[in-house]
Each structure stands twice: as C-alpha cells, then as structure tokens.
C-alpha cells in the first residue's frame, strides 16, 4: 500500500496511476542510490517516456506536496553546478563560479529543472 498521499495523486488522476506508480519506483531507486535531483529528461529515459511526459508526472507529485520543483544553475563553461534555487525570481541573482573565478552573466549559465524531495518525500513514496 502506498502512501495518503500519494493514494490521492492517483485517485485524482486514475489514467496515470501505473505510471504514477513506476514513477514513485524510479525516485525510491534513485534516492537509494544517493541522487538529490530527479531530472525529468532522465526520469522519462528509464520510463521509456518523453522528457514532457515525465515532467508532468513529476509535477503531479509536487503538487501533491511529495516533490519540489527545483533549479539548478550550473557554469556553462565547466558544467559545475553553481546553485540550486526553488524559485524563478532566484535566479535573477549573479552566480559566483570558483572553477572560472568569477561572477557569470546569465547568458554564461545553464538551467535546468529538477525536482527535490519535500519534507517527507520518500516516506510519501513508500511502496
């Protein structure tokens, strides 16, 4: 039996239980592992599903209070995770870089979307 929580993701959404379900595998093993993000491009590799499919069912578990929508920064140059922030408005601000020493500009950084455990995420997840 899985989690309340995640029980009433699926009852609000019947047509994406299986997939809500395989999903919630996926991040257990990941977690197990030692990974802090689940990126939606690689969630939806091991689904076998689009990089959006698997966006929206990740979204689905936040919005559920499971996961949080999260974003990483990273140096383009170098692909060195620079900051994670939880909000867009975050990352108007300049990011420092100790592998080129410097502040880059926005146009010098990458962002991606990801998404973080919330408080009691894997709990949630429980199978």
Do not use: W
């Not at 689905?60 to 909000?87: H, P, Q, S």
């Amino acid at each position: 039996m899985s989690s309340p929580k995640l029980e009433r993701i699926k009852q609000r959404n019947p047509g994406l239980a299986a997939l809500l379900d395989r999903l919630s595998a996926y991040i257990r093993s990941q977690t197990a592992d030692g990974q802090d993000y689940i990126i939606p491009k690689l969630a939806g590799a091991a689904l076998h599903l689009t990089d959006g499919e698997a966006f929206v069912l990740l979204q689905k578990l936040a919005e559920g209070g499971i996961l949080r929508r999260i974003f990483n920064v990273y140096c383009r140059k170098n692909g060195a995770l620079l900051a994670t922030v939880d909000r867009l408005e975050d990352l108007d601000e300049a990011a420092h870089c100790d592998f080129c020493d410097s502040t880059h500009d926005p146009s010098d950084l990458k962002v991606e979307v990801a998404f973080g455990l919330a408080s009691d995420g894997l709990k949630d997840l429980a199978a």
